[in-house]
């Protein structure tokens, strides 16, 4: 009877394992496009006793185009909503990015051209990771990206679509790059304009999230001099970014992003924004509430944002 039962333990393993590779094999942006939440996450992989990161959150997201987004944090609890109060320690518990990537099935690799990251020494680096997908988990690894911690493992979980997306709904996801950002009035006076300083982008998902990257305004991000930041160089990465996952909400004309980890601003912050589409559907200008100015003037933040890829590519039917 025990040796039975070793028996059909191990051909449940090694069927389990063949599986998986198989399904490795056979990845393509298609299979992956989806939003997938952190499971567990695992550092100093290259050490003898790799750590187990307690309660980790994150967020990552594919289209069938070759978009990706990434955010992740490590800490147990959230920081206080002062980040720049310890800009190191806030760098070394968030971590993430936007850009391309692309499925090298050969080597059960993906390869990521990172965009804008909450790092400048990612910002524009191309890296890999080793991948395993086995039903609705997908195992990323790190192979040869800066801050890896001596080695990283993801464990992510697929999240299935929201039930019968609306119209609007289905207009607004998708990778939306950032263009420009002005301050008018609701009269329609330009009060200024301003651009940041890399590629940004908001990502809104049919599993009902939201991933935001905003680089600092006018800042050109500058690659760390080492691995570990001085408080001055993570200071100055951290100034004016904007970055953070949430839940998504879609109201006629309006859209809420109801955050759960995030940098800036914090963890249950709840944001409403007007969304106006251009009659082509390939920008967006995504409102911010009006309030009044020291001249008494109502004045709103009004971001235009370049449409990626749409719900077709989201749902990895394109």
């Known amino acids: ?3 039975f039962v070793v028996l059909f333990v191990s051909l449940a393993f090694l069927w389990t394992a063949e599986k998986a590779d198989a399904q490795s094999a056979a990845e393509t942006p298609a ?7 952190l499971v567990s996450m695992e550092r ?14 994150g967020l990552l997201i594919f289209d069938s185009a070759g ?5 992740f944090t490590v800490a147990s ?13 806030t760098l070394a518990t968030y971590g993430g990015f936007w850009g391309d990537y692309r499925v090298d099935a050969a080597q059960k690799r993906l390869v990521f051209s990172a965009r804008g990251a909450i790092s400048p020494s990612i910002t524009a680096r191309e890296f890999s990771r080793a991948f395993e997908r086995a039903g609705d988990r997908l195992t990323l690894t790190t192979i040869d990206e800066p801050h890896a911690q001596g080695g990283t493992r993801w464990v992510w979980e697929r999240v299935p679509t929201v039930d019968n997306l609306s119209p609007l709904y289905r207009q607004v996801v998708g990778f939306w790059e950032y263009v420009v950002e002005k301050r008018v009035t609701t009269a329609g006076e330009v009060l200024s304009e301003q651009k940041r300083g890399g590629p940004s982008v908001i990502v ?20 760390f001099a080492a691995d570990v930041p001085t408080v001055e160089e ?8 904007v970055g953070y996952f949430g839940a998504l909400t879609v109201y006629p004309g309006q859209i809420f992003h109801n955050i759960l980890s995030g940098i800036n601003p914090g963890p249950g912050t709840v944001l409403r924004r007007f969304a ?3 009659k082509d559907g390939k920008e967006i200008n995504v409102k911010f509430p009006p309030a009044a100015d020291q001249q008494g003037r109502m004045v709103r933040t009004l971001v235009t944002l370049r449409r990626l890829s749409g719900e077709a590519e989201m749902l990895g039917k394109r």
């Open 204 to 223: 809104y998902t049919p599993g009902g999230f939201v991933g935001v990257h905003f680089l600092p305004i006018n800042t050109k991000p500058s690659p």
């Open 77 to 89: 609890r959230q920081l206080p909503d002062a980040p720049l109060t310890d800009p190191v320690r």
């Open 31 to 37: 299979t992956l496009a989806s939003s997938w939440t």
């Open 67 to 71: 978009h990706a987004f990434e955010w």
């Open 1 to 3: 009877m025990t040796r």
């Open 44 to 57: 100093a992989l290259s050490s003898e006793k790799a750590e187990r990161a307690q309660q980790p959150r």
């Open 234 to 241: 993570a200071r100055a990465a951290l100034q004016g970014y």
């Open 276 to 278: 106006e589409f251009s």
